[in-house]
């Protein structure tokens, strides 16, 4: 079992910003990536940001240039750091890790329970 918890988000003034945080626990081998996804009223679940073992790092168009996504390897967590915030950016944003459990020798694909940012004046 892998767990993840979130931490962070709000209510937020349009060109504000927030920083969202999550930390991942349990019988972990490997992680191969975390990232963020959000879903907002009456849409589907999207990929934000994400960022892979070896480096690598991918941006929905809409959030580049004002989201930052980084990740500590050794602590297992990921941020996301939102800056000019807009409205259009309120959702309930999730984070996932997908990679390798030790106990039992499976993979996995794990969500958070989701943190609310909402963009509003």
């Known amino acids: 079992q892998v767990r993840l918890v979130e931490s962070g988000g709000g209510l937020v003034q349009p060109g504000g910003s927030l920083r969202l945080s999550c930390a991942a626990s349990g019988s972990i081998f490997e992680i191969n990536a975390m990232g963020w996804y959000r879903q907002a009223p009456g849409k589907q679940r999207a990929l934000v940001a994400e960022?892979?073992?070896?480096?690598?790092?991918q941006y929905t168009d809409s959030v580049k240039g004002r989201f930052t996504i980084s990740r500590d390897s050794g602590k297992k967590t990921v941020s996301l750091q939102m800056i000019n915030l807009e409205p259009e950016d309120t959702a309930v944003y999730y984070c996932?890790?997908?990679?390798?459990?030790?106990?039992?020798?499976?993979?996995?694909?794990?969500w958070g329970q989701g943190t609310q940012v909402t963009v509003s004046s």
């Open positions: 960022v892979t073992t070896i480096g690598g790092t």
């Open positions: 996932n890790a997908r990679g390798r459990m030790s106990r039992p020798w499976n993979d996995f694909n794990s």
